[in-house]
């Protein structure tokens, strides 16, 4: 048994004695908990600018800070610049192949012509074959010189594409030097400070949407049965002077595979060697804290 589940079970041997003492009606003891978020650095740099503190209530996709992307943009402006200059280097094909296809044309104007004085006797079959071999050669000549161009082109478009995904990369990155909530909630912690240098993958501070807490208690075999998700019971918590407030929970989770507790833990039936962890989902009027101790009363 390891130290972490070790000091699990002891807060739990705690917080089942103390509410233990409230009154012998509970079903099921726990502590409250929420889901909580670290949100963590997705660049490199000092942090320029940082609007954070604990306890501060924060939008989802609210606007936080920002990570230095000063390199990052100038790598990008020197990509656009080499961009500019590959896109100076391709071909224009029709350009160069026009001078060609003039040739061509001015040959197969003459082609017709010709077929016109031999029609009059007044052209030979040899001037006829001749100009054929020379249209021949031209279309040849086309046919190589557009291959050529379109190889040239190709490779200078394969560099440009290159290029374009570089620069689609960085300023993705620079995207993630913004910093953002990812969620609507309270912060619980801060890690880090403005100016200070932070790597990726570092936390920058912990989130928890507190409207809705969680109640994990631990139930007995016998108790099992009666229990189905989504059912509802009452939650409740301790207020001045032995008091208790009440809470409409509902059953989120329970689990399907049993554990086992120390012999201090109370539940419904005292010294059970296999318990069951249920989670019973609250609303949170703000009077429920995490790690806060409460007790369920199941229908």
Not at 6 to 35: H, P, Q, W
Not at 112 to 132: F, P, V, Y
Not at 174 to 201: A, R
Not at 232 to 239: A, F, L, N, Q, W
Request: proline fraction near 2%; hydrophobic fraction near 35%; glycine fraction near 6%.
């Amino acid at each position: 048994m390891n130290i972490v589940y070790k000091l699990s079970l002891l807060t739990i041997v705690m917080l089942s004695v103390s509410c233990s003492n409230r009154n012998g009606k509970a079903d099921a003891y726990g502590s409250f908990e929420a889901e909580e978020i670290i949100v963590s650095a997705e660049g490199n740099g000092k942090i320029l600018e940082l609007k954070l503190e604990e306890g501060q209530i924060l939008k989802a996709n609210q606007y936080i800070g920002l990570i230095d992307t000063a390199q990052l943009y100038l790598q990008k402006q020197q990509l656009n610049a080499q961009l500019e200059g590959t896109l100076a280097q391709r071909t224009d094909i029709p350009k160069q192949l026009k001078a060609l296809q003039e040739k061509l044309s001015g040959m197969m104007n003459e082609k017709k012509r010709l077929q016109s004085l031999l029609q009059s006797n007044a052209a030979t079959n040899k001037q006829m074959d001749d100009l054929n071999t020379e249209i021949q050669v031209v279309k040849s000549q086309l046919d190589a010189t557009r291959s050529n161009l379109n190889v040239q082109n190709k490779g200078v478009l394969s560099q440009i594409d290159a290029m374009q995904y570089q620069i689609t990369s960085l300023e993705n990155a620079i995207q993630k030097c913004l910093i953002h909530s990812p969620i609507h909630g309270t912060v619980l912690k801060k890690y880090i400070n403005q100016y200070e240098f932070i790597s990726t993958g570092r936390p920058i501070f912990k989130i928890a949407d507190v409207s809705k807490m969680t109640l994990k208690v631990y139930i007995t075999e016998d108790q099992l049965s009666s229990l189905k998700l989504g059912g509802s019971c009452t939650v409740r918590i301790d207020k001045k002077d032995n008091e208790l407030k009440e809470y409409k929970g509902k059953i989120t989770w329970i689990s399907n595979e049993s554990e086992f507790t120390p012999k201090m833990i109370q539940t419904k039936n005292e010294r059970v060697n296999l318990v069951y962890a249920v989670k019973i989902s609250v609303k949170n009027d703000g009077d429920i804290k995490i790690g806060m101790p409460g007790d369920v009363v199941f229908e």
